[in-house]
């Protein structure tokens, strides 16, 4: 349940469609497995054991889309069809041609494609209508873009903006790595990747390193620049803050968890604990993050 990375995106405060609205639009694209012939399919699933599309906790939202996909690599299309091809060869006494061979691996494809695995995948989605926050558990900007896709399909009203800071998420880790300390509650750990913007594209990984020292300051001063950076805040939550304002790695510490685990005395209470602890930490978070990078710029 607890997020592990952080594609971060805005919605205007307030924007919150009824329970009966939301359930119903979702639904519209309600996840169903894939069927014999289908390579794939995505929608949305409950993201607890209660049937609801959307579980709502106050102000906060949880979502949960599955996309499922069958996997019949073409590695194996192509050797079955090429067997096919020299049997079909000698057959009828020449070489298959180009358009024989396609048509086999489509008609292999077809045959294999109902008797192929499925795996199947589920990415969280967790909003803060008052604070108008909507949050992609995904470790990429790719997956995220495949929920936000789904999300603007499904919903009649979907205002959603990408956060834009003030200052680039580059040029604050260079000034906080520069100056030795970072703003606020957070505090620098011990990784850290540097690049050079040249065409070289030179690069230093500091892991499990301490970035105080004047070797990391020497490569600012040489052209390199932060592209990650461990940081943690409040003693609450560790994190990677990337180039493109991710946020990696995320990790709750001991102490929230210890939190959520006094409240709960069953499973179902223990989602709800742990969801409350996430939900009232990120909505901290995120605004410390912004106003870490200088605020927010409303996008031109």
């Not at 995106?9 to 469609?17: E, I, M, N």
């Not at 909507?134 to 936000?148: F, G, P, R, T, Y």
């Not at 001063?221 to 805040?233: I, M, N, S, V, Y």
Request: aromatic share 6%; with cysteine; proline share 7%.
């Amino acid at each position: 349940m607890w997020f592990k990375n952080l594609q971060i995106y805005r919605l205007p405060a307030g924007w919150k469609p009824s329970p009966e609205a939301l359930e119903t639009q979702l639904g519209r694209n309600r996840f169903n497995p894939c069927g014999p012939m289908d390579p794939q399919t995505k929608g949305w699933l409950p993201p607890t054991d209660e049937p609801a599309l959307a579980h709502a906790q106050g102000p906060y939202l949880l979502l949960s889309l599955a996309v499922e996909h069958k996997l019949l690599p073409s590695s194996v299309v192509n050797q079955t069809a090429q067997e096919r091809a020299e049997e079909l060869a000698v057959q009828q006494g020449y070489p298959v041609g180009r358009k024989q061979l396609k048509e086999l691996r489509e008609r292999v494809r077809d045959e294999l494609m109902p008797r192929a695995f499925t795996r199947r995948r589920r990415t969280s989605v967790w909003i803060d209508t008052a604070g108008g926050w909507l949050v992609v558990d995904a470790s990429n900007a790719s997956k995220a873009e495949e929920v936000l896709e789904m999300l603007g399909k499904s919903l009649d009203e979907f205002p959603l903006t990408r956060l834009n800071t003030t200052m680039s998420p580059v040029a604050a880790m260079t000034d906080w790595l520069a100056g030795g300390d970072a703003p606020g509650a957070f505090t620098i750990d011990r990784d850290c990747e540097l690049k050079s913007p040249v065409e070289e594209k030179a690069a230093v990984r500091y892991v499990r390193h301490t970035l105080e020292g004047d070797d990391v300051r020497q490569h600012i001063a040489a052209g390199k620049l932060p592209t990650r950076l461990a940081l943690t805040w409040n003693d609450r939550i560790s994190l990677i803050l990337t180039e493109k304002l991710e946020v990696k790695r995320v990790a709750f510490l001991d102490v929230v968890k210890e939190e959520a685990e006094k409240q709960a005395e069953n499973a179902a209470e223990q989602f709800e604990a742990d969801l409350a602890l996430m939900s009232g930490e990120f909505s901290r978070l995120l605004p410390a993050i912004v106003e870490a990078l200088g605020g927010e710029q409303p996008l031109q």
